[in-house]
């Protein structure tokens, strides 16, 4: 299997380099050069196996000759071991007649991340011992990433890990998952600004050849193709085991646009699924896109209740635009220069009618969340993290479907008990394997929001402790 740069202006690469690079060095995001499809089989199967067995057959079919499917169930049943606090790592609950929530937070850090970046940290493994190698890894985060990336890479051979995150603008719990990890090689750095602008420096340092070669860098975040590919599993498997003969419906609470992106990955592969919501809080750009027709960039993201979501800028979109302009890569490419410019894009109309094809979108506020939250458990005794409830308020916005509706429950209320406490009055309880959270010691580095600033740290600091 080969991968292309969604751009055009960067040649082809095999899995494990668009693994190692990320961001194809003309500043697209790569995408496989086709869609391989699951046999009938591992569709019938889905349900029943294990779910790492799933896992391993998307991953084989994604990595092609680049991975054995003996080193693919290997990496897969790492991933989805002892680790998960649920045995069915994705379970589903039935919160109503046709209604289920997909929990997605029994993971390390509490929330759905866990599911790929496991997956993801195995890979940089394999790889990495197969050339002798080290890598310096980057992620910028909006709170769950880099929880997720810190659990699943600290204490990694051949690793040094670099978490950007938004100063005041993540959770506690959040941020500890990140600063008290104990791990030398785990560096978290409180950037001045908000995550865009952790996000940008992200790719600017993925943009600087001469010093991505120098420290051989990778990124976590979504745009790291391996990311979407894994969040891909839990949707064929969930549309498995409740399709009966109809499509299964997504809810997804989203702000970089990874986990939307993935359940189409997942209805590529053959996967019954119908509908998709993309449920966006006050950072409504993707929502706006699909009323509108233009994709536009705020001046700066919105503080909300929801902070994994508090994202201006959400660069998968650019994977989503790519497939709806039928993959014209010089399109796609003026497109982002434009957005580049200026802030906006129009899209073109049967973009429009792909987009609106496969998916619903809609933008929801903080007063909505609040009532969300204090709905879901009014109805169901469900305590939701406030991204799920997000989820919830835009189901009621989804119209009548025929066949079961899923809303994905991001991450675990724990993690946010202020917002909770404050809606319903309690405080949601850390799971066992991470109470003692508050007790561990926090090491974190303030960090001006510059590239050059990055670079010295990083310089500084790989193979040594924070």
Known sequence: MRYLSTRGGSPSVSFFDAILTGLAPDGGLYMPQSWPRLSEQVLRNAAFVPYAETAAAILS???????????????????????WANPAITPVQQIGPGDYLLELFHGPSLAFKDVAMQLLAGLYSHILERRDARLT???????????AAVEALKQT???????????GRVSEVQRRFMTASGAPNVHALDIEGDFDAAQALVKALLADQAFSQEVTLSPVNSINWARIMAQSVYYVVTACALSAGSLVHFTVPTGNFGDALSGYVAKMLGAPIGRIMIATNANDGIAQAFETGTYTKSAAS?????????????????RIVFEATGREQGLLKQLYDQFGAIGSFDLPNEAQAFLRSHYDAFGVDDQETRWALADCFEQTGEVLCPHTAVGWRARYGQGECEGARVLLATAHSAKFPETVEAILGQVPSLPPHCADLFARQEVRIDMPATIEAVKAYIRGHLGVAA
């Open 61 to 83: 079919v994604f990595a092609g000759d680049d991975l054995s499917a003996d080193d693919a169930l290997g990496l897969t049943e790492e991933a989805y071991g002892s680790q």
């Open 137 to 147: 890894i980057v992620c910028a985060t909006s709170g769950d990433t880099g929880g």
């Open 157 to 167: 051979d051949r690793v040094d890990l670099f978490v950007l995150m938004p100063k």
């Open 302 to 318: 919105i503080t909300t209740l929801s902070p994994a979501m508090d994202i201006a800028v959400a660069s998968n979109f650019e």
